[in-house]
């Protein structure tokens, strides 16, 4: 039984039920596909639906000035480890998802390796901000 790294499950995951979520919220859909499957040395996920479908340039630019969190969420937690995202939508023509993901071992290495040395800084700063505030009382 193949396993995936935990970031890329998780990834993949998040992804899909974010996509699922919006599909609930916004898009009338009547069907909905997910796949999930790997060609070489690349995971690819789709998430499409036959919805009401948006305009995709907007709804990016709405989430690069933060006022689409999901979408947003969606390109950061695929990007973090390295992937790549797509988001293909047009009024009346329904929306698709795609996250494509890295299953090269030493580039999934060195992404957990990059990931956990940044959770590691973060905690760390995060201690010393404690310890600082402390300190002044």
Same mark, same amino acid.
Request: glycine share 8%; proline share 2%; charged share 25%.
């Given at each position: 039984?193949?396993?995936?790294?935990?970031?890329?499950?998780?990834?993949?995951? +998040? %992804?899909?039920?974010?996509?699922?979520?919006?599909?609930?919220?916004?898009? /009338?859909?009547?069907?909905?596909?997910?796949?999930?499957?790997?060609?070489?040395?690349?995971? /690819?996920?789709? %998430?499409?639906?036959? !919805?009401?479908?948006?305009?995709?340039?907007?709804?990016?630019?709405?989430?690069?000035? !933060? @006022?689409?969190? !999901?979408?947003?969420?969606? +390109?950061?937690? %695929?990007?973090?480890?390295? !992937?790549?995202?797509?988001?293909?939508?047009?009024?009346?023509?329904?929306? &698709?998802?795609?996250?494509?993901?890295?299953? $090269?071992?030493? $580039?999934?290495?060195?992404?957990?390796?990059?990931?956990?040395?940044?959770?590691?800084?973060?905690?760390?700063? @995060? /201690? &010393?901000?404690?310890? $600082?505030?402390?300190?002044? $009382?």
């Amino acid at each position: 039984d193949m396993r995936f790294s935990p970031a890329i499950e998780t990834t993949c995951f +998040r %992804v899909t039920q974010e996509a699922l979520t919006n599909v609930t919220r916004y898009a /009338q859909a009547r069907h909905v596909w997910i796949d999930l499957g790997q060609q070489g040395t690349e995971l /690819q996920l789709r %998430v499409r639906d036959d !919805g009401v479908g948006f305009d995709a340039s907007a709804a990016q630019t709405r989430a690069t000035q !933060g @006022k689409s969190f !999901g979408i947003l969420g969606m +390109r950061e937690r %695929v990007e973090l480890i390295g !992937g790549r995202f797509d988001l293909i939508s047009a009024p009346g023509r329904g929306t &698709e998802i795609r996250a494509y993901f890295s299953l $090269s071992p030493i $580039s999934a290495t060195a992404d957990i390796d990059e990931l956990h040395s940044s959770l590691t800084m973060a905690s760390a700063t @995060k /201690q &010393e901000t404690v310890s $600082s505030i402390r300190d002044r $009382s």
